[in-house]
């Protein structure tokens, strides 16, 4: 059985503009210094490469296209999707991309003239991976380019986190289906680092809490879950407990049913099996009750709360922005907004709260696509369109210090970086938190520096495994075959060497494979 409890009314999202008259604004609940406030940015002006119309005084450049050389001598490969943006030495900007690919091959994968898959591949067979974008942060010139991850499969999203960047797995095939963690510093291809504690299922994008280190993650299914892990240790951040979040009042609830407004008291509880061979996370968390989002994708962590996006939930099926405050115990998630037609919001999938306060959303619907922007009075309105093709948007980010947008047009396999007046903010003051355990760096997650792992003096002499190798709990083959979420349906073959990397007891990540000591080229 299945209600609804603490109703505010029934209101979707307002379009910012000659639409929007006489209705009640939406209250988003956030704290901040604001120094100025746009509540739209004009117009869309078309643009005459037919690539992105953005608003006035607004421009974009291109960083990179589909084959470009990069600075390790791989090619810049296809199907570009989440992405985070860190701080690089030397007032550069680090760009961490995913690659939502499949089974190896020529037309999208980056690499070596002699069609060679790197040694430190995952899965030799399949071509997911990630990318690092060194790029200068006065010019936005593209001073390097490197492969950090390859041969996972369907990288899709992720996300920002203490220690550098999260890529997700969207698929269950074979050894596939886990989270691996990404050096912001790493100049060339690493061999992986698998997250077997935050669980083996259809991952799609992960936040992280700089505080606790508490990870939330999202599930790209129409039942899926929103699940958390709970580290045992700050010291030890990667071996603790998965869980899946529950209503309190109501066992299997329905999140697409939440009116805008309404508010639930939310509890979690654990995933015995996090990493089975068949995809039975979601039904082992819903057996015990665990709530039912449809199509959990984009998720961000920002001024302690986490926001989540359901691409499909909605008395629309187009889309609901929902606001977790989360505690030990448990705490509340409130529906701040839905789309009451795709013609206001379609299918938002990428989600970033900009350092001033408002949401970019990157959708994925059917049509002409759209960056929107969602703000506190609950308007939605248009940022940007893609103009070149009905190919989504994916990856929407900030550079660190707010004044440059990332952005990638997915299957034009274009990767974008756009500047314009932005509202100007007060940057909040570094907190770093406990750093003797975290490494924390600021308050939204982003780590301080390089962005590598961090470190209390150096790896200790001995130290204990904190992942496995997938291999030993999956099925030896990969079915592929085609999705129910709209997605790419790729297909991989299995068969990848294991995984060597370690947690140093001292709480330092270690990794046991090589490290390039070249230095990176340049290119324009």
């Known amino acids: 059985m299945r209600h609804n409890s603490h109703v505010f009314g029934r209101r979707g999202l307002l379009r910012c503009g000659a639409a929007v008259a006489g209705s009640a604004a939406l209250p988003f609940t956030f704290t901040y210094h604001r120094v100025a406030k746009a509540a739209g940015y004009g117009e869309l002006v078309p643009d005459p490469e037919g690539i992105i119309d953005l608003p006035p005084g607004f421009t974009y450049k291109v960083l990179t296209r589909l084959f470009d050389p990069m600075s390790d001598g791989y090619r810049s490969p296809g199907l570009p999707d989440a992405m985070g943006a860190f701080p690089g030495p030397d007032d550069t900007i680090v760009l961490m991309r995913n690659h939502e690919l499949g089974v190896l091959d020529v037309l999208h994968t980056p690499l070596h003239p002699e069609q060679q898959a790197p040694p430190e591949s995952y899965n030799p067979g399949t071509s997911g991976g990630v990318t690092r974008l060194v790029i200068d942060n006065a010019t936005l010139e593209l001073k390097s380019s490197n492969l950090v991850l390859f041969g996972t499969l369907r990288n899709c999203a992720g996300g920002k986190s203490p220690w550098g960047w999260l890529s997700c797995e969207e698929t269950t095939d074979g050894k ?254 570094e907190t770093t938190g406990d750093e003797s355990d975290t490494g924390a760096g600021t308050e939204s997650g982003e780590s301080s520096g390089s962005g590598a792992a961090p470190t209390t003096g150096g790896a200790a002499d001995t130290a204990t495994p904190s992942t496995t190798d997938a291999s030993s709990s999956t099925t030896d083959a990969a079915t592929g075959g085609a999705d129910d979420d709209d997605g790419c349906g790729c297909k991989a073959e299995a068969g990848a060497p294991g995984l060597e990397w370690v947690v140093a007891a001292a709480g330092a990540l270690a990794l046991r494979g090589r490290r390039g000591d070249a230095e990176p080229g340049s290119q324009g």
């Open 176 to 429: 596939h289906g886990y989270t691996f963690l990404c050096d912001v510093a790493a100049d060339r291809v690493q061999m992986p680092r698998q997250i077997a504690g935050y669980g083996r299922f259809k991952h799609e994008a992960a936040c992280v809490d700089p505080d606790t280190l508490v990870a939330y993650l999202t599930e790209d299914q129409g039942d899926s879950c929103l699940y958390r892990f709970v580290p045992n240790d700050k010291a030890d951040p990667f071996t603790g407990k998965l869980q899946a979040l529950r209503a309190v009042e109501v066992d299997e609830f329905a999140t697409t049913d939440m009116e805008v407004g309404q508010v639930v008291a939310v509890s979690w509880v654990d995933v015995d099996d996090p990493t089975p061979v068949d995809d039975s996370v979601r039904g082992q968390a819903q057996a015990k009750g665990a709530a039912v989002v449809k199509r959990g994708e984009g998720i961000w962590y920002w001024k302690g709360a986490v926001y989540v996006c359901s691409t499909s939930g909605g008395p629309a099926g187009a889309g609901q922005i929902f606001r977790l405050v989360d505690g030990p115990e448990g705490g509340t998630l409130e529906l701040l907004a839905r789309s009451e037609h795709p013609d206001i919001l379609d299918h938002p999938d990428n989600i970033t709260m900009a350092p001033w306060g408002e949401l970019f959303m990157a959708e994925d619907g059917d049509g002409d696509n759209y960056v929107r922007v969602l703000n506190q009075a609950g308007e939605v309105f248009d940022f940007a369109r893609n103009a070149k093709s009905d190919s989504e948007f994916s990856g929407v980010c900030f550079s660190p210090d707010g004044k440059t947008m990332f952005v990638n047009i997915m299957f034009d396999h274009l990767t974008l970086a756009i500047r314009g007046p932005f509202p100007e903010f007060e940057p909040e003051p």
